[in-house]
């Protein structure tokens, strides 16, 4: 639950950044809730779902939009950054396997940098006939979602861990090298759009990458388990915060005009 708050706190910063900071409580039902739409085979139903949401508390589609598509590169760049690092201090050279995985860094290091961003966004949106956004994205911005990033990355390893101490791996060593593991097969996992939630992609590359700690068969166990908590963990968290936000329901205006929605 910590891991996946991370990363609806990712988003709540670039969203804020973007100019419509979201309170705790709204943030997260509009967050939790969409991420439901990465079950469902393709890949636009949560950033839909978030536009939706988001225009009922005044957010406009395209600010929306543009902070579910920076989120993706922010977690991918910090999770192969994460995974890079964990991975070789943990166990030198297994990370060797997918050096080819990492050499996206440099590429998306110059993607974090505000003004490609910006250029991005704002050349995007001419083409698709939209008004620019009214704010840039700035490098403070920017960089409070990657602190977020890297926290729910920890996270992320710290559960992997806790499910790997059942079959013998334990200390600091495994602990680092779980948090590795996590990220680098969800980056490999995200990279297919196709397959809801990167189901099964994941998984396979989980155990690939568990190699060097596990058996085969401990592996698979360890990698179906790390889904079910994670499945269980966002209808919790998308339960939770609809109920909490319910509680916080009352007028909503336009953060651009600031005309009553």
């Not at 396997?97 to 995007?124: H, K, T």
């Not at 989980?206 to 966002?234: F, H, K, W």
Request: proline share 7%; glycine share 12%.
């Amino acid at each position: 639950v910590a891991a996946l708050g991370g990363g609806m706190m990712t988003w709540r910063a670039l969203l804020a950044d973007l100019g419509s900071p979201l309170p705790f409580r709204p943030a997260a039902k509009v967050f939790f809730v969409g991420q439901l739409g990465k079950y469902i085979p393709g890949s636009l139903w949560p950033v839909l779902a978030q536009m939706e949401m988001g225009r009922e508390l005044g957010v406009p589609r395209s600010r929306s939009a543009a902070a579910f598509f920076l989120t993706m590169p922010v977690q991918l760049g910090s999770g192969l950054v994460i995974s890079g690092v964990t991975l070789l201090a943990a166990t030198p050279g297994s990370a060797a396997p997918y050096a080819w995985v990492f050499l996206l860094i440099p590429v998306l290091a110059v993607a974090f940098e505000p003004r490609v961003v910006n250029a991005v966004l704002g050349f995007g949106l001419r083409k698709l006939g939209r008004e620019p956004l009214e704010r840039p994205l700035t490098r403070r911005g920017m960089l409070t979602a990657l602190g977020w990033a890297l926290l729910g990355w920890t996270a992320y390893g710290l559960h992997l861990a806790a499910i790997v101490h059942d079959f013998g791996p334990s200390g600091p060593s495994a602990v680092v090298f779980s948090i590795g593991a996590f990220a680098l097969s969800w980056c490999l996992g995200i990279m297919t759009f196709v397959v809801p939630a990167g189901a099964g992609v994941r998984e396979v590359a989980m155990v690939a990458v568990l190699a060097p700690m596990l058996s085969q068969g401990q592996a698979i166990t360890v990698a179906l388990c790390s889904r079910i908590v994670i499945v269980v963990g966002d209808l919790v968290c998308a339960g939770a915060a609809g109920i909490a936000a319910r509680r916080d329901v009352g007028p909503t205006r336009d953060q651009t005009t600031g005309k009553p929605v």
